[in-house]
């Protein structure tokens, strides 16, 4: 509090937290007429070239704040890569109201699901400096690889372009004449598959004749063919 006599001018500065916006300056005449509730006015009524005019009465004044509904804040959209990694594939700059909690929205991306193992940062407080960033994580989709009268490697090394390869040795299984084993493995769709057969996997008298795929998938050079989004038999 201060002294100041009727009739002086004077201004006054304030600061306003980060992410809060000025509501109202009010002030309020206190003298034997009148009570507060009856003076409390906007302070615009006294003020002239920005400057406040004491008026007859002790005054208060009082300066009022609220959350800014127009905080920045954003939403990055991690898609898993071949080799395991995760990259950024988008980027959302939203708005919402200061010290609010934020939710991020899942997006839908073909051959991906969302990582519900990494869910730290679905959701945060939106800060008044603009510095929350929400974070989604989604995995490649998997499918089942069903290989008949083969043997087969999956391999984790990291390929150009981040692509993993499952190096398959032996024939298709469609009868007599071939030498392997069955199994089923987890590929991630979108991987490349190359196929190679073990020449001693061929009985004596027969020879190898390509490959099948059940549904069908393009066998390019009867080598290699990208996993499918769906299950699959060789």
Request: hydrophobic letters at 30%; glycine letters at 8%.
């Amino acid at each position: 509090s201060m002294i100041v006599g009727s009739g002086s001018k004077f201004k006054i500065s304030y600061a306003v937290k980060a992410g809060y916006i000025n509501d109202k300056i009010t002030l309020t005449e206190i003298d034997e007429k009148h009570t507060a509730a009856y003076w409390t006015e906007n302070v615009d009524k006294y003020t002239t070239n920005g400057y406040i005019t004491m008026p007859d009465g002790d005054m208060t004044i009082t300066v009022s704040a609220e959350p800014d509904p127009n905080t920045p804040y954003q939403v990055e959209h991690y898609q898993e890569q071949l080799d395991g990694t995760f990259k950024l594939v988008e980027t959302e700059n939203l708005k919402g109201t200061t010290d609010t909690t934020a939710i991020a929205e899942k997006k839908s991306y073909a051959n991906y699901h969302v990582d519900e193992t990494q869910n730290a940062d679905w959701s945060g407080n939106i800060d008044g400096n603009g510095s929350r960033v929400l974070k989604v994580y989604y995995k490649l989709d998997t499918y089942t690889l069903t290989v008949n009268g083969l043997t087969i490697t999956v391999k984790n090394d990291k390929y150009p372009q981040g692509q993993e390869k499952a190096i398959i040795t032996g024939v298709e299984a469609s009868g007599v004449g071939v030498v392997g084993s069955n199994g089923s493995y987890t590929v991630k769709v979108t991987a490349i598959v190359e196929l190679s057969y073990n020449a001693n996997a061929v009985a004596t008298g027969y020879q190898f004749t390509g490959w099948s795929a059940t549904p069908n998938v393009a066998i390019s050079d009867n080598t290699t063919f990208e996993m499918p989004n769906n299950d699959l038999t060789i």
